[in-house]
């Protein structure tokens, strides 16, 4: 149990789809962040969310990435017209007092 | 420059090895360090938080100097389980979101 559920873990789209990864915080945190990993690479910060508010936005987030957290606990990371250069592992990670909980990621292969 | 710089990889070593791994960060801010293994097609997991005076877990010893910006992770007496990516991490300053700021990895293969 990571603390994080991610859904869905594994999505295939075509190039120009749209696509939609969910982050479940199993209990109540502030700190709600994303990450991308691309192979060969560590985790790139995308995002975070200070309870529903979104605080800070990487340059990587272009206008076609969108994130939501509308009630403070779960959060939606959008990515409109996918492209190949797209196709990442997409973690989310939560903030307790003295831990961070990683969600297993949700991968994204875009065809 | 990268904010979080790691030795280039693979090591190749044989079982029993002693292996050393390098990390430089640039936010002098930064105050929290860490060190993470990631498994292939899996999430980081925490191998073990970094301090100024160095820890120790097990085979694992992790050293942080701060005037140089480094931190290092050495595996003794290496395992064939130890095969991982293994990931230095830095914690953003809580001014500036706190986030995670995570170096390329540096992948490690042990051999019989």
């Known amino acids: 149990d990571t603390g994080v559920s991610q859904n869905p873990r594994h999505k295939i789209t075509k190039r120009g789809q749209n696509v939609t990864f969910r982050c479940d915080p199993i209990?109540?945190?502030?700190?709600l962040y994303w990450y991308r990993q691309t192979l060969g690479q560590g985790p790139e910060f995308l995002t975070y969310?200070?309870?529903?508010?979104?605080?800070?936005k990487s340059r990587l987030l272009s206008d076609r990435f969108s994130a939501e957290r509308p009630k403070g606990s779960f959060s939606t990371l959008e990515i409109q017209r996918t492209e190949q250069g797209d196709s990442a592992m997409y973690l989310c990670?939560?903030?307790?007092?003295?831990?961070?909980?990683f969600g297993e990621g949700s991968w994204l292969t875009v065809v | 420059r990268k904010e979080v710089e790691q030795d280039p990889g693979p090591f190749n070593v044989p079982e029993g090895a002693t292996v050393a791994f390098n990390c430089t960060y640039s936010?002098?801010?930064?105050?929290?360090f860490f060190w993470y293994r990631q498994d292939c097609r899996k999430e980081p997991k925490l191998l073990m938080s970094?301090?100024?005076s160095g820890n120790e877990d097990g085979r694992f010893t992790a050293q942080l100097n701060r005037a140089s910006q480094y931190i290092s992770l050495l595996i003794r007496d290496s395992k064939l389980s130890d095969s991982a990516t293994y990931l230095c991490?830095?914690?953003?300053?809580?001014?500036?979101?706190?986030?995670?700021?995570f170096g390329q990895g540096t992948e490690l293969s042990v051999k019989p």
């Open positions: 990670t939560i903030r307790g007092e003295n831990t961070i909980y």
């Open positions: 209990s109540e945190h502030n700190r």
């Open positions: 969310f200070q309870n529903e508010a979104q605080l800070e």
């Open positions: 936010n002098s801010a930064s105050q929290s």
């Open positions: 970094v301090y100024s």
């Open positions: 991490v830095v914690r953003a300053p809580p001014g500036q979101g706190g986030k995670l700021i």
